[in-house]
Each structure stands twice: as structure tokens, then as C-alpha cells.
């Protein structure tokens, strides 16, 4: 071509195909991109410093001489984690051959060890917050440091405050980093209710601030005051849950109030450390696992998040997820767990199937388990729901159950 490019996407060329593939979260399943191999550069590292995220996480950050690569001038690359910066064996000082990854995102890929300065030794990861110098803390079996601050360091409040208003959370146009920063260090929001109390009158005189981008601001904030449920519940930030996560819980609930209080009430348990069935109806959803639960309960049992919640509730009208019209559907409001390997179709094909039927999916057999469909080499799960006398569907009897709607 006269022109770069980096990379192809293929497509399934039939449109009742793509729509019966369908999507997950954000991407077909109906179309793959295939990425050319990353272009290398050879450049210098003159500095390893630590970004801290909105969950706390310490970051390793290569400062870079800046180098052409692809195009693109680098002079930042990711480190990723401490054991990443171990397997790498890379210094301060050393040369280095970086790559964007997927085209896109700067990363250190070896280290040229005969290049090494003599005086180059190796990096002592930070036990304590750069920003806020609250303790570091790994907890065992994760690779990331974080900072235990919370709410005390700036770095997280005001990544959390960029998180919830970025373009697949409340998405305000015109609301970038910059912006964010500079009224958080100026005190005019300190939290994600304060954003929607903002007013024309709290930008006269700021610098850049004119009447009419002030104007567009207050407008874009205002008009960003009605929200569906699973963007509110992602742009509160909370650790492990994603786009899939959020829109998997607000079909599941359907309200704030039962999302909210299914919660509240998991927390309260978790902290009298007592089990309880809201925890168990979370973790029995096909996708959630212990670590999703306990970032909810951890979330929760913090008076500060929920002071956040109660604020945003005055400010904000949550909108239900409207649930489709399944009032024909043999499944609707049955609970099902696919196991074993299908063959007519995928897993996820199956599942989006179920839900938009109005059945819940789950990923666990337990006495509210409706209907287990077993594939070849079911076990353990085929084995449970015959022990507690759930009913047993062939991917024939289910297509036979579900087939006409």
C-alpha cells in the first residue's frame, strides 16, 4: 500500500451470522484484528519513576532518551511491576529495546546487558507511596505494590475522579485530567458529588475559563445527570470491575436501590464475618468470583464511599435496566448453569442466548439452580445437580425448551 497501516481486521461476510455471534462487552465476536509485529527502537534509560493508579497501585514508569518508533516519538514505557522490572534485569543507565505494543502502548522489551554502564546498579522498589508516603503493601499472590493512603493520597482521589468522568463512565465532554487536577488541588471538588455542584460562577476568573467554555462545561455535567445503572456502577472505580462486570451486575439487579442494598447487606456480613446470601447470589453469577465479591464488601464497609453513594443518589437519577419483554420464554426468571463442552454452539453464545430469554446464568450449581445443560466431559457440576435433584437438559433438550422463542 502507498500508505502505513498496522494491521487487518477479518470479518464474517454474513450480516444473520454477525448478529446470531453477536458482541462481548465491547468488541464483535464476528470480526478479529490481526496485528502486524510490533516495530523495535534502541534507546537509553535514564529514570525509573512510580506512578500511583486509582486502586493504589504503584507503577514502574521507564524515562526514555526519546526515540522514533513506528512513527511515534517515545520517551516513556511502562515497567509494569516490580517482578517485571526482576525478569527484565534492567538498570538506570542501561540501553534498551522498546516496542509499542499492539502499536499503541510503550513497552520496554529486553535489556542490552554488554551495553551496561560500569557504575549501573539494580532498582530497589519503593516501600512507601511516592505521593502521599502512606506504607506499600503486596499482598501475597499479587505482583502489584499499592499505597494503603486511600482517600489521603491525591494521586488515587483525583485518578478516581478522572476514572468517573472518562468517556466509558459519566463520559463529560470537555472534563479532561488537566481540568480535573487543577480543581481538586483548588479544592473545588474533592469528591465525585462535588462535580455536580459545580456552578458557572465557581469558574469566573479561573485561568482559560471564559463564559462561554464555562457555559459548555456546566452544560455537559448537567446533561450528564440521568446515567444507566451499569456506567454509575463502573465509574465508582472499584477494584476488579470492568465494563463486562458492571453491565453483567445491572442486568442482575436491574435497580440502584437493589444493587445498593444487596450489597450493603453483604458487606455488614462479611464484616461480622458471617456468610450470607447476597455474597452467595453474587459469586453463583457466571464471571463473579471471591475477588469481585470482596472488592464490594471492601468498598462498602467504608463510611466515606458510602457517604459518596448517599450524595450522588440526591444528585443523580440512576436509570433501571429496562428487562426485555420474556414473558413467553419457557426460562424466564429460571436460573442455569452450562457445563461440560458444547457443541452446537459456544459458551458465550449459550449464555447471551439464556439472558435474553430472561434466564439467569450462573456459574455454580446450588439449590436455586433451575436447569443444568451438560455437554460431553461434564463433571463435577453434572455430578452436583444430580445430587441435589436439579434437572439435567442435553444441549437437544435445551435448543428443544428454548428452540421456538
Given at each position: 500500500l502507498d500508505y502505513d497501516i498496522d494491521g487487518i481486521v477479518y470479518k464474517v461476510n454474513r450480516l444473520d451470522w454477525q448478529a446470531r455471534l453477536g458482541f462481548v462487552s465491547r468488541a464483535p465476536r464476528w470480526a478479529i484484528a490481526h496485528k502486524f509485529p510490533a516495530e523495535k527502537a534502541q534507546t537509553t534509560l535514564r529514570m525509573i519513576n512510580i506512578q500511583v493508579g486509582r486502586t493504589g497501585t504503584l507503577t514502574p514508569v521507564a524515562e526514555l532518551d526519546p526515540v522514533n518508533?513506528?512513527?511515534?516519538?517515545?520517551?516513556?514505557?511502562?515497567?509494569?511491576?516490580?517482578?517485571?522490572?526482576?525478569?527484565?534485569?534492567?538498570?538506570?543507565?542501561?540501553?534498551?529495546?522498546?516496542?509499542?505494543?499492539?502499536?499503541?502502548i510503550p513497552q520496554v522489551v529486553t535489556v542490552i546487558e554488554g551495553r551496561r554502564p560500569p557504575d549501573a546498579v539494580p532498582f530497589e522498589f519503593p516501600k512507601t507511596c511516592p505521593e502521599c508516603g502512606s506504607v506499600a503493601v503486596r499482598e501475597e499472590g499479587e505482583v502489584a505494590w499499592r499505597c494503603s493512603g486511600g482517600l489521603v493520597c491525591r494521586a488515587q482521589v483525583v485518578e478516581r475522579l478522572r476514572h468517573?468522568?472518562?468517556?466509558?463512565?459519566f463520559d463529560i465532554e470537555g472534563f479532561g485530567a488537566k481540568h480535573i487536577e487543577?480543581?481538586?488541588?483548588?479544592?473545588?471538588?474533592?469528591?465525585p458529588a462535588d462535580i455536580f455542584?459545580?456552578?458557572?460562577?465557581?469558574?469566573?476568573?479561573?485561568?482559560g475559563w471564559g463564559d462561554k467554555s464555562a457555559e459548555n462545561l456546566i452544560a455537559a455535567i448537567t446533561e450528564r445527570n440521568t446515567i444507566p445503572l451499569d456506567r454509575f456502577i463502573y465509574a465508582l472505580g472499584i477494584r476488579h470491575i470492568g465494563h463486562s462486570t458492571a453491565k453483567l451486575l445491572a442486568r442482575h439487579y436491574g435497580s440502584l436501590v437493589a444493587w445498593r442494598d444487596a450489597m450493603k447487606n453483604m458487606a455488614a456480613a462479611v464484616k461480622e464475618k458471617m456468610g450470607s446470601q447476597e455474597r452467595q447470589e453474587l459469586v453463583e453469577l457466571d464471571g463473579i468470583g471471591d475477588a469481585v465479591a470482596d472488592a464490594f464488601a471492601d468498598f462498602f464497609n467504608e463510611k466515606h464511599n458510602t457517604d459518596v453513594l448517599d450524595a450522588l443518589n440526591e444528585a443523580l437519577i440512576v436509570t433501571d435496566v429496562a428487562p426485555p419483554d420474556t414473558s413467553a420464554s419457557p426460562v424466564a426468571g429460571k436460573t442455569v448453569v452450562f457445563t461440560g463442552t458444547l457443541e452446537t454452539m459456544s459458551r458465550g453464545e449459550a449464555k447471551a442466548r439464556a439472558e435474553m430469554l430472561g434466564a439467569k446464568v450462573a456459574?455454580?450449581?446450588?439449590?436455586?439452580?433451575d436447569y443444568v445443560v451438560a455437554g460431553p466431559g461434564a463433571g463435577s457440576?453434572?455430578?452436583?445437580?444430580?445430587?441435589?435433584?436439579?434437572?439435567?437438559?442435553?444441549?437437544?433438550?435445551?435448543?428443544?425448551?428454548v428452540g421456538g422463542f
Open positions: 518508533v513506528g512513527g511515534v516519538i517515545v520517551s516513556r514505557a511502562t515497567l509494569h511491576n516490580e517482578d517485571e522490572i526482576n525478569r527484565l534485569g534492567v538498570r538506570v543507565g542501561d540501553s534498551v529495546i522498546i516496542q509499542r505494543a499492539g502499536d499503541v468517573f468522568v472518562s468517556r466509558d463512565a487543577a480543581f481538586y488541588d483548588d479544592g473545588l471538588i474533592k469528591t455542584r459545580l456552578g458557572v460562577a465557581d469558574l469566573a476568573g479561573r485561568e456459574g455454580s450449581v446450588s439449590k436455586k439452580t457440576k453434572a455430578k452436583k445437580a444430580q445430587e441435589l435433584g436439579v434437572t439435567i437438559l442435553s444441549e437437544q433438550d435445551w435448543h428443544a425448551l
